[in-house]
């Protein structure tokens, strides 16, 4: 079972950058499909990106496309999530996710796909 825990959140004006952090312990980092998350106040969790096992399958919600990378390095059991160019509508907290059971290694965009969690880090994007 993995244990996520986030890191690298904080506050930037608009067009910053910042990058965030999520080391896994307690498992088998390079077979689990992981994800960011996010979820701003009054607002649902949403899908920001996904990436495979090896780390060559990525996918990315469309709002982020260009301003976001996720990456992963399976040595240090850590996956990334570089933001840059960042807007207010980027303010949220920011989770990441463990798929430990995928068999097929293939990322999601679901939720639900998704069964360990982060405690989540804080961004915030001032104007």
């Known amino acids: 079972q993995a244990h996520l825990v986030e890191s690298g959140g904080g506050s930037v004006q608009t067009g910053g950058s910042l990058r965030l952090s999520c080391a896994a312990s307690?498992?088998?980092?390079?077979?689990?499909?992981m994800g960011w998350f996010r979820q701003a106040p009054g607002k649902e969790r949403e899908f920001v990106a996904t990436?495979?096992?090896?780390?060559?399958?990525?996918s990315y919600k469309d709002s982020v496309k260009g301003r976001f990378t996720i990456f992963r390095d399976n040595a240090e059991n850590t996956v990334y999530l570089q933001m840059s160019s960042l807007k207010p509508e980027d303010t949220a907290v920011y989770y990441c996710?463990?798929?430990?059971?995928?068999?097929?290694?293939?990322?999601?965009?679901?939720?639900?796909?998704?069964?360990?969690w982060g405690q989540g880090t804080q961004v915030t994007v001032s104007s």
């Open positions: 307690g498992g088998a980092f390079s077979r689990y499909v």
């Open positions: 990436i495979s096992w090896s780390g060559r399958r990525t």
């Open positions: 996710a463990a798929d430990v059971n995928s068999v097929s290694g293939a990322v999601s965009v679901l939720t639900e796909a998704y069964d360990q």
